[in-house]
């Protein structure tokens, strides 16, 4: 009996071994899955299961498969921190998130203090790599500080007798933005007539159009997303105002069109280069459009936030928190972003921001 108890051990054991060792690598991606955000959330999911679908296809991460968890947390700090601590306990070995930059900056101390590597595809806040709290925080996106630099120098060269009213949604990147995008309007001798903030999730901006009116406001900067902004757009049409339209990357989803109709035609805004526009990417893209899906905004970020981390686990032979980070330091990485590779903060070394008008329905770059 005692051999067979040692045996039956043994076996176990074995198969145990046998089962963690051919077991799913699994990684993640969080946004607002769900909200007045959702369409990013949707963005972000749309990546990411075609990046785990493409690895997989062509024989997965040191020849296992990867498996995906999907994380909703409503661009809400505190259900960001909760997805986190779920993530972790399902044992994710990777995040390419999360969208919101208020969410991920609180998420990123517990993936930091879990061992799990964080790259968001699109939280552009400053914070969330000069504060990192711990090495293996990323990003693939640019930050505010950058997109501020060319918004603001963009305003005062070409609206400098224009009235410019700045506002934001009091959020770490709607506010963020506005005040980087300020900052640099104002150093390079342009003032703003208004600098407000607004409150987001509401349905009626016409005390802050009328307030703008009253102002004679020209050019509208909007620190915040696409929901708000396009309310204000219908709503300074609605009374007669022909201001133009003026935001970041947060505008780039067809569901600001689908809010203002063609009120919203000639809204500028800034966002990096168009990955669609990579040569290199065009066979991927006509794949996600053969599924009926347009890789618009931050679609490709998140697919390529996770072919970086693939890559640097094939590259470090490992998918251990530590060589993952050596790797994701010291390699350069092929996306369908271009080449990248991160600094010493672990921001993306990638071309900075560009402006686009909303025209007819879409965007696309600033003639």
Same mark, same amino acid.
């Not at 369409?39 to 991460?61: H, L, P």
């Not at 990955?275 to 599924?291: G, H, I, M, Q």
């Given at each position: 009996?005692?051999?067979?108890?040692?045996?039956?051990?043994?076996?176990?054991?074995?198969?145990?071994?046998?089962?963690?060792?051919?077991?799913?690598?699994?990684?993640?991606?969080?946004?607002?899955?769900?909200?007045?955000?959702?369409?990013?959330?949707?963005?972000?999911?749309?990546?990411?299961?075609?990046?785990?679908?493409?690895?997989?296809?062509?024989?997965?991460?040191?020849?296992?498969?990867?498996?995906?968890?999907?994380?909703?947390?409503?661009?809400?700090?505190?259900?960001?921190?909760?997805?986190?601590?779920?993530?972790?306990?399902?044992?994710?070995?990777?995040?390419?998130?999360?969208?919101?930059?208020?969410?991920?900056?609180?998420?990123?101390?517990?993936?930091?203090?879990?061992?799990?590597?964080?790259?968001?595809?699109?939280?552009?806040?400053?914070?969330?790599?000069?504060?990192?709290?711990?090495?293996?925080?990323?990003?693939?996106?640019?930050?505010?500080?950058?997109?501020?630099?060319?918004?603001?120098?963009?305003?005062?060269?070409?609206?400098?007798?224009?009235?410019?009213?700045?506002?934001?949604?009091?959020?770490?990147?709607?506010?963020?933005?506005?005040?980087?995008?300020?900052?640099?309007?104002?150093?390079?001798?342009?003032?703003?007539?208004?600098?407000?903030?607004?409150?987001?999730?509401?349905? +009626?901006?016409?005390? *802050? =159009?009328? @307030?703008?009116? #009253?102002?004679? $406001?020209?050019?509208?900067?909007?620190?915040? /997303?696409?929901?708000?902004?396009?309310?204000?757009?219908?709503?300074?049409?609605?009374?007669?105002?022909?201001?133009?339209?003026?935001?970041?990357?947060?505008?780039?989803?067809?569901?600001?069109?689908?809010?203002?109709?063609?009120?919203?035609?000639?809204?500028?805004?800034?966002?990096?280069?168009?990955?669609?526009?990579?040569? +290199?990417?065009?066979? *991927? =893209?006509? @794949?996600?459009? #053969?599924?009926? $899906?347009?890789?618009?905004?931050?679609?490709? /970020?998140?697919?390529?936030?996770?072919?970086?981390?693939?890559?640097?686990?094939?590259?470090?032979?490992?998918?251990?928190?530590?060589?993952?980070?050596?790797?994701?330091?010291?390699?350069?990485?092929?996306?369908?972003?271009?080449?990248?590779?991160?600094?010493?903060?672990?921001?993306?070394?990638?071309?900075?921001?560009?402006?686009?008008?909303?025209?007819?329905?879409?965007?696309?770059?600033?003639?």
């Amino acid at each position: 009996m005692k051999k067979k108890l040692l045996a039956g051990i043994a076996l176990s054991a074995a198969l145990a071994f046998s089962g963690t060792a051919n077991a799913d690598i699994a990684i993640a991606t969080a946004g607002p899955m769900t909200g007045q955000y959702a369409s990013f959330g949707a963005q972000m999911k749309a990546g990411a299961e075609q990046a785990v679908e493409d690895i997989n296809a062509a024989g997965g991460v040191l020849g296992q498969q990867l498996s995906l968890e999907i994380g909703d947390d409503a661009c809400d700090p505190k259900q960001a921190v909760a997805v986190a601590n779920q993530m972790a306990g399902k044992g994710v070995v990777f995040m390419a998130g999360h969208f919101c930059s208020g969410s991920s900056i609180p998420s990123s101390a517990v993936y930091a203090e879990e061992g799990i590597v964080q790259i968001s595809p699109a939280s552009t806040n400053p914070k969330f790599t000069d504060e990192r709290p711990g090495p293996g925080t990323y990003r693939v996106c640019g930050r505010d500080d950058q997109q501020g630099q060319v918004a603001g120098a963009f305003l005062a060269e070409n609206f400098g007798d224009t009235n410019i009213a700045v506002v934001h949604d009091k959020t770490a990147y709607g506010k963020g933005l506005a005040d980087q995008t300020k900052k640099f309007m104002n150093e390079a001798g342009k003032a703003e007539t208004l600098y407000e903030a607004y409150t987001a999730g509401e349905k +009626d901006y016409t005390a *802050l =159009v009328s @307030k703008l009116k #009253a102002e004679n $406001i020209g050019i509208l900067y909007v620190g915040g /997303y696409h929901t708000e902004a396009g309310l204000m757009v219908r709503q300074m049409r609605d009374q007669g105002m022909d201001t133009v339209l003026v935001s970041g990357d947060a505008l780039v989803t067809d569901e600001y069109w689908s809010i203002t109709g063609d009120a919203g035609e000639g809204t500028l805004m800034t966002f990096s280069p168009d990955p669609r526009k990579n040569p +290199d990417a065009a066979p *991927l =893209v006509e @794949k996600f459009r #053969a599924k009926g $899906i347009e890789p618009e905004g931050y679609v490709l /970020y998140t697919y390529a936030a996770i072919q970086a981390w693939a890559a640097a686990a094939e590259a470090a032979g490992s998918t251990d928190y530590d060589a993952i980070v050596k790797a994701l330091n010291d390699g350069a990485f092929k996306t369908v972003l271009g080449d990248l590779s991160f600094d010493d903060k672990g921001d993306v070394t990638l071309p900075g921001y560009v402006f686009y008008e909303w025209k007819a329905g879409k965007y696309d770059y600033l003639n």
